[in-house]
């Protein structure tokens, strides 16, 4: 089964990944929260921790952490919601540096990236140097790129290079925070062994258990444990991956674009509907959660897909292309019902999806890990949710406030969202080039007040190459710039500005 090229003989491979990125992006644009504890997520009830800044998790606050847990154990923290337009425009810069190093860039989300540099510019010169001048190569780029990262953002990362995509981010999580890791090659079993299995990618809390109680608990054990039993355990493909990974063989490449990209969202019904209006009610409902996904990833698509599963099994899919990309959910809406209506629901609808496809950049499991974490951030919202069966309602008219957002005052100019209660709410005006700055408190429908789009990070950051996020004017261009809001980047009221086709953006919570 085993062959020999399955890890390179040079630590090609690196893996990027922002330090507490939501926190560290707000840090930056807030001078006031340096050095502060900062915890970025969903505020309401049922709200999880997307990042917490590290002086936050010295408190035990991590990611996906309930907020009332964190809230609790960091009481004094500044408790922010999302600004997902914030955190994609510094992707953009991020991402765009990692291109300069190879166009084998594979983003994982918004904050996290594999490269090869084998593939890039300096792959040449890679294949013809012995391991010690490789190395001291790769070592040089990545540091490089960390110093340019920071640099053109003000933020850190922690970079891992080693000779496989398995032992890249195993490095990278080594290198935290603000670090570099390079393991060599011909070290992955020693890296890997003392490691719980939870650190092999595929190994969740589920196989953890079946492993454990097989009296599994390191990847040393697994490694010994050997192929034949963790078939047994695990089930032929799984056994032999898992297996594979323990003694550090990984051989998956980097795969800089993948097609067929959609975000879709569907439901199985616990009695078939049998009645036209209540699957288009249904069909609203799965719009709008849809589109919020769309959303929170920064995504736009411009083909609608309707599928239905019906009473016999049979499943059919419908689509409709429109004429360029959209995150509208009326558009969505409506398109996804005009599918609807054309379907044979004789005999009942045992279920019912509607999809976005023709979307471009990250890969359909990441963008749903992403958007589950941001509905969970958007869920102070009045959205609609797979529970409520009635029919979509529109956002109210009435303004939120959310802790973090960025606003704009007539007289006392840029600043941010620091809470808002009975009637009034607090801004402080700071920038993120500023000093900390001053808090103010107005009524909330205070006309001068008005929601702003985030500030760049770095002044001059609207000069360098990757930097055209930060012109203001929309990015790509498909979109009408006018609509591009501040915000907490999902339910209602918030507008990723720049939705054209090969702009990046995908959000995920960073370590
Ligand atoms: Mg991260």
Avoid at 93 to 100: A, H, W, Y
Avoid at 133 to 138: D, P
Avoid at 168 to 174: D, F, V, Y
Wanted: a negative charge; one cysteine or more; proline letters at 6%.
């Amino acid at each position: 089964m085993r062959h020999d090229r399955q890890v390179r003989s040079l630590p090609s491979i690196i893996h990027l990944d922002m330090d507490a990125f939501f926190a560290a992006v707000e840090q930056a644009a807030k001078p006031s929260l340096r050095g502060k504890p900062v915890i970025v997520g969903g505020l309401g009830g049922r709200g999880v921790v997307s990042t917490a800044s590290y002086e936050a998790r010295r408190f035990g606050v991590h990611s996906a952490m309930p907020m009332a847990q964190a809230r609790r154990l960091c009481p004094n923290a500044a408790f922010l919601a999302g600004r997902f337009e914030a955190y994609r425009q510094v992707s953009e810069i991020v991402m765009g540096l990692l291109r300069e190093l190879s166009p084998l860039v594979q983003p994982l989300s918004l904050d996290e990236a594999f490269v090869d540099l084998e593939a890039g510019p300096y792959g040449p010169v890679l294949a013809e140097a012995d391991l010690a001048t490789a190395e001291r190569l790769v070592v040089a780029l990545a540091e490089d790129l960390r110093a340019d990262i920071e640099r053109r953002t003000g933020l850190t990362a922690s970079v891992g290079a080693a000779g496989s995509k398995l032992m890249a981010k195993i490095a990278s999580e080594q290198a935290k925070p603000d670090g570099l890791v390079l393991i060599e090659p011909g070290e992955e079993r020693a890296v890997l062994g003392p490691m719980p299995v939870r650190a092999l990618p595929g190994i969740g809390p589920a196989t953890e258990q079946v492993l454990r109680r097989a009296g599994l608990n390191t990847v040393a054990d697994l490694a010994e444990a050997g192929e034949a039993e963790l078939v047994q355990l695990l089930g032929r493909s799984h056994g032999v991956g898992v297996h594979q990974m323990s003694i550090g063989l990984d051989d998956r490449p980097v795969v800089a674009d993948q097609d067929a990209k959609s975000v879709s969202v569907e439901d199985t019904f616990e009695v078939d509907l049998a009645d036209r209006e209540r699957v288009l009610r249904e069909v609203d409902v799965l719009a709008a959660r849809c589109v919020r996904r769309l959303r929170a990833a920064g995504r736009s698509g411009r083909t609608v897909v309707l599928k239905v599963r019906r009473f016999d099994f049979s499943t059919l899919t419908r689509s409709e292309t429109l004429r360029g990309p959209t995150d509208d959910e009326a558009v969505i809406t409506e398109t996804a019902r005009r599918l609807a209506s054309q379907v044979d629901i004789t005999g009942g609808v045992r279920l019912l999806g509607v999809g976005v496809s023709q979307l471009a950049d990250y890969t359909q499991e990441d963008l749903f890990a992403q958007a589950e974490r941001e509905e969970a951030a958007a869920e102070q919202h009045p959205a609609p949710t797979g529970e409520d069966h009635g029919p979509v309602e529109e956002e109210a008219v009435v303004r939120h406030w959310l802790p973090g957002q960025d606003v704009h005052h007539d007289e006392f100019g840029p600043g941010w969202v620091q809470g808002s209660g009975v009637g009034r709410v607090t801004v402080r005006f700071e920038t993120p080039w500023s000093g900390p700055g001053r808090v103010r408190t107005f009524a909330v429908d205070d006309p001068a007040l008005e929601p702003a789009r985030p500030l760049p990070l770095r002044r001059d950051a609207g000069r360098g190459e990757h930097g055209d996020a930060w012109a203001g004017d929309g990015g790509a261009g498909d979109a009408p710039a006018g609509d591009a809001r501040a915000g907490d980047g999902g339910a209602g009221d918030a507008r990723a500005g720049d939705g054209g086709p090969e702009d990046g953006g995908a959000a995920e919570p960073g370590e």
